[in-house]
């Protein structure tokens, strides 16, 4: 596995996990949980704490698009070892004349997760998921589990395989 931590087939471990993550972790392959200090979910922390290599860590970020007085969201997975070109590569592939990251407030209720463990598993319906190439390439990658006290560990090609979900060069 990775890192010192104890990993467990995650759809068994169903407490490590927010409802939304919960309810769509099922027809996720090959994901494992694993409990965490809370303390520690910021990728950094969690990084050096636990041994996980930072480019075995990917982060998730909520982006609000704009268009035309509308907002949608997105969520855009990269590897610790980088970050998501929001206002080049995301805003152009949402079609939006302006992208950022969406308030806290908002990705937190939206999601139903809590900020620092938002994750692209059980997302709301019909948002896209922008994953970028190293990740989707990822043996196995540590996400956020939607809540901070604990992580996923699971195959790349798995958040790839995400409803909604496109791989493309995010990443700068």
Request: with cysteine.
């Amino acid at each position: 596995m990775v890192g010192t931590l104890d990993w467990g087939p995650a759809d068994g471990r169903r407490d490590l996990l927010a409802a939304p993550v919960a309810a769509a972790i099922t027809g996720v392959p090959d994901a494992d949980a694993a409990e965490i200090d809370p303390e520690l979910a910021d990728t950094a922390a969690f990084c050096e704490r636990y041994g996980v290599p930072l480019d075995a860590s990917a982060n998730c970020v909520v982006v609000a698009a704009k268009r035309g007085g509308e907002v949608s969201y997105a969520a855009c997975m990269v590897l610790a070892t980088g970050r998501a070109d929001v206002n080049g590569v995301v805003r152009k592939h949402l079609g939006a004349r302006k992208a950022s990251f969406a308030p806290m407030a908002d990705a937190t209720s939206l999601t139903g997760m809590e900020y620092g463990g938002i994750t692209p598993v059980g997302l709301p319906e019909g948002w896209p998921v922008l994953v970028d190439e190293a990740v989707a390439a990822a043996a196995r990658v540590v996400i956020g589990s939607g809540l901070r006290k604990s992580k996923i560990l699971l195959p790349g090609k798995a958040l790839a395989g995400l409803p909604g979900a496109e791989v493309i060069a995010l990443a700068q």
